[in-house]
């Protein structure tokens, strides 16, 4: 049974730095292209990057490009996002989610259960 | 980037059948997924490159559309398809979701 479980989430400051991870199972990891999505509290989704499976093409959404960082370790089979200079706009849920092809095209066949992280002072 | 439009909202009675729309800015050839989540769960996988089953989805759920309009329809719907549904598109960076249709069930 594929899983991926993410952590790291929590309150933070704005302007301070977050790491989240993810951790996955049931598959094999350095098979994959993953990505991180995050959902608001308005519940509008946003796809922020990916990686491919292993680790040496990272791919950005414009606007977040500058501030996060996405990267994995195979070895361990876990995804993590770097967030740094947080704002309160980033507050959300972010997901982590496993990519499948079809022809040179992806979706998310598979979703973590989120971890929220809450941008406040 | 590609704007995703879906309608809010629809209300169905158990039984019927449903079409919720997603209407793309520009053409997003077929690469247009849909996803269902529940309240306080993560999205899950419902149809794929607009009209593929995703594996172990009902065949009550079907995809059609290709350029800029698209459909989800269940039918019959049941009452725990009561969710919310999300068109996602992959042809144009950056990957853009819609903004979800909330299903009710009367």
């Known amino acids: 049974e594929v899983q991926l479980v993410e952590s790291g989430g929590g309150l933070v400051q704005p302007g301070a730095s977050l790491k989240l991870s993810c951790v996955a199972s049931g598959f094999t990891f350095s098979d994959y292209w993953m990505s991180w999505v995050r959902q608001t509290p308005g519940k509008t989704m946003e796809w922020i990057g990916d990686?491919?499976?292993?680790?040496?093409?990272?791919n950005y959404a414009p606007s977040l490009k500058n501030r996060f960082t996405i990267s994995r370790d195979n070895a361990k089979s876990t995804l993590y996002l770097q967030m740094s200079n947080v704002r309160s706009e980033d507050t959300a849920t972010y997901y982590c989610?496993?990519?499948?092809?079809?022809?040179?095209?992806?979706?998310?066949?598979?979703w973590g259960q989120g971890v929220m992280v809450t941008v406040s002072s | 980037d590609t704007v995703l439009t879906q309608s809010p909202a629809l209300a169905v009675s158990p039984g019927e059948r449903v079409s919720i729309s997603c209407r793309a800015s520009e053409g997003v050839n077929s690469y247009m997924h849909w996803y269902q989540q529940k309240p306080g769960q993560q999205p899950k996988l419902l149809i794929y490159?607009?009209?593929n089953l995703a594996s172990g989805v009902p065949a009550r759920f079907s995809g059609s559309g290709s350029g800029t309009d698209f459909t989800l329809t269940i039918d019959p719907v049941e009452a725990d398809d009561t969710a919310t549904y999300f068109c996602q598109q992959s042809w144009n960076d950056p990957r853009t979701f819609g903004g979800g249709t909330k299903l009710e069930l009367k």
């Open positions: 490159k607009a009209s």
């Open positions: 990686i491919k499976y292993d680790g040496s093409y990272t």
């Open positions: 989610t496993r990519e499948a092809y079809y022809g040179y095209k992806s979706y998310f066949d598979y």
